[in-house]
């Protein structure tokens, strides 16, 4: 059915990089054949799902939407996709995203933008706008993404859909191409809380080929959500609300509107609702596009057109640099190519201490603030972009209108705390999301407090 809604809708939509129907339809064929013999199946065997495609599928292309990794197909599954085969979910496809999930719209894509399935008109939200749009164009009923900086959560709003960004660590990034290390982590995205979670218990726990793996057991994330079904699941709970974002400027009106109704509705099902200061969330956004170019410039450094992908050789005497230089030049993007000369300027000496070095300072404050605001609120709430899915082109010509984008997502990055975002409404016809932050390893509160809400 899956397969058929993909042929019938992707012309439009264009949430796919690589579709598997003859996968997708021999690992359900397998699951049957499991059914059969009377194995001990998962609760989401049979159940298809889309993969970001800067995750890495064995056999099936993944190219992070990259001219530099055209037609590359992984010896190995990353470490969430050998769970979702454990499980017995088929993969139907790899989706689109912004080039190496750099950007919030997806224009960056080598092959083509994604449209957002409510307004075709519209961007999907970024980077994983591939994922978001499948799931919201049933063209899947699960996807996986991956958020540095909101990358879950942002397309997840715009696309009226659920989004989560696990706390760092609590899903191994084994196999996912790399952005910025310290700030990526995998997470689920689906149209429903429970499926959300459900999703999350699959995918997440310990894996000892990523070094910053929490060696934890975890809660299960499907009874968290159930949970939060039951009536009076919101009493008491204690819901703190950013000044230094909700007060923040560049937010429209339609959503603050959809936000304070929200948080009306939060306190109708029995919520405690405070203001909270956050003085350095403000210095969020600025610390982030310090620190992820800079670890973008490192990770990047392996497409140096021997290890992978596309080769480039250009006329006259092939030396390893004119080689890897050329192969560069032409196989990444504007994007791509503006952060990592930021980020190599950032950590160049002379520059280290007054660029690197301070990001990593706000970053501290950041963690501190989180610190400070948990030790009086259970979560924390705020709108999840600060505006509906914006024209194809709008910010395309200006790095820094895209940028701010992402000041509401990116603080839960800074400190590796759990993000959740789920429909909280529409604006002008077009879906607002609300996002719910909790502290590290309390991913399951955010389970309970959304389906509470949802
Ligand atoms: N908009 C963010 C950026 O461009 C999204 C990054 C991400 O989460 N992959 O950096």
């Given at each position: 059915a899956h397969l058929d809604r993909i042929r019938a809708v992707e012309g439009d939509v264009h949430a796919y990089l690589a579709v598997d129907a003859e996968g997708a339809l021999e690992q359900a064929a397998e699951v049957d054949r499991r059914r059969a013999a009377g194995g001990v199946l998962s609760p989401l065997a049979g159940v298809p799902i889309a993969v970001k495609d800067n995750i890495a599928t064995k056999g099936v292309t993944t190219t992070a939407a990259s001219r530099i990794l055209e037609g590359w197909v992984p010896p190995y599954d990353a470490h969430v996709v050998e769970r979702l085969r454990e499980a017995g979910m088929p993969i139907l496809g790899k989706t689109n995203l912004d080039e190496f999930a750099m950007g919030s719209s997806t224009e960056h894509s080598a092959y083509g933008p994604t449209r957002n399935p409510w307004d075709l008109d519209r961007i999907p939200g970024g980077s994983g706008g591939g994922s978001s749009a499948a799931v919201a164009a049933y063209e899947a009923p699960l996807a996986l993404g991956t958020d540095t900086g909101g990358s879950i959560r942002q397309p997840a709003a715009v696309t009226g859909t659920v989004g989560m960004k696990p706390t760092y660590g609590g899903v191994s990034r084994y196999g996912a191409l790399a952005m910025g290390s310290s700030l990526d982590q995998i997470g689920p995205a689906a149209r429903t809380v429970l499926d959300t979670a459900l999703l999350h218990d699959v995918i997440g726990g310990h894996d000892t080929?990523?070094?910053?793996?929490?060696n934890q057991s975890w809660p299960s994330f499907a009874d968290a959500a159930r949970a939060g079904q039951v009536d009076g699941a919101l009493k008491g709970v204690r819901v703190g609300l950013p000044r230094q974002i909700c007060e923040g400027e560049g937010f429209e009106p339609g959503v603050l509107e959809n936000f304070s109704t929200t948080v009306d509705r939060l306190r109708d099902l029995g919520a405690e609702i405070t203001w909270i200061d956050t003085e350095t969330f403000g210095y969020a956004v600025a610390a982030y596009y310090l620190l992820m170019p800079a670890e973008v410039s490192s990770n990047l450094a392996r497409y140096d057109s021997v290890r992978y992908g596309l080769r480039v050789t250009p006329e006259g005497t092939p030396n390893v640099e004119r080689v890897m230089s050329a192969t560069r030049a032409a196989g990444f993007g504007d994007e791509v190519k503006r952060r990592i000369l930021l980020g190599t300027y950032a950590l160049s000496s002379g520059y280290y201490d007054a660029y690197y070095g301070s990001a990593q300072k706000v970053r501290t404050l950041v963690q501190n603030d989180f610190a400070d605001a948990f030790a009086s609120v259970d979560v924390l709430a705020t709108?999840?972009?600060?505006?509906?899915a914006w024209a194809f082109g709008e910010r395309t010509e200006d790095p820094t209108a895209m940028y701010v984008a992402d000041l509401t997502t990116i603080p839960a990055n800074l400190a590796g705390v759990p993000a959740i975002s789920l429909p909280s409404g529409l604006s002008d016809g077009l879906p607002v999301g609300i996002q719910f932050m909790a502290p590290a390893r309390e991913d399951a509160r955010l389970y309970t407090v959304s389906a509470a809400l949802e």
């Open positions: 080929r990523d070094q910053t793996s929490i709108p999840t972009s600060p505006t509906v």
